[in-house]
């Protein structure tokens, strides 16, 4: 049974993810101010902090259920019975080679 306590690699992961998070709710405030002192309308700014807001939120979100994915991913180990797949790419495909593009060509039409 896998531990409760969190790994140090997750921490610094959840550190990263709340310093991000931070400064994406310091751009919601700044913008709005910038918008302001530039002249914008109040409600064009608002409008603009309440999106920031919720792009925040949803990103905010996004992260959170990513990192716990990805820490119930490490803490699982892979079942012993499926092979090894090499990760490769269309190079280590095998074939004889017939269909590796170019030009093809009827079997019954001359090539030249």
């Known amino acids: 049974m896998p531990s409760s306590r969190p790994t140090p690699e997750a921490h610094a992961g959840d550190d990263r993810t709340t310093e991000l998070i931070r400064w994406a709710a310091f751009s919601c405030v700044l913008v709005p101010v910038v918008l302001l002192w530039y002249g914008t309308s109040l409600a064009g700014t608002a409008g603009t902090a309440v ?3 919720a792009v925040t939120a949803v990103c905010r979100l ?6 716990r994915c990805a820490a119930r991913l490490l803490d699982e180990e892979p079942p012993p019975h499926l092979p ?6 269309h ?3 095998p074939g004889t080679g017939s269909h590796r ?10 090539v030249g």
């Open 84 to 89: 090894h797949v090499p990760l490769g790419g």
């Open 101 to 110: 593009g170019g030009r093809h060509h009827d079997r019954s039409t001359p």
């Open 91 to 93: 190079r280590q495909r």
């Open 62 to 67: 996004l992260l959170r259920r990513s990192e």
């Open 51 to 53: 999106g920031l807001a």
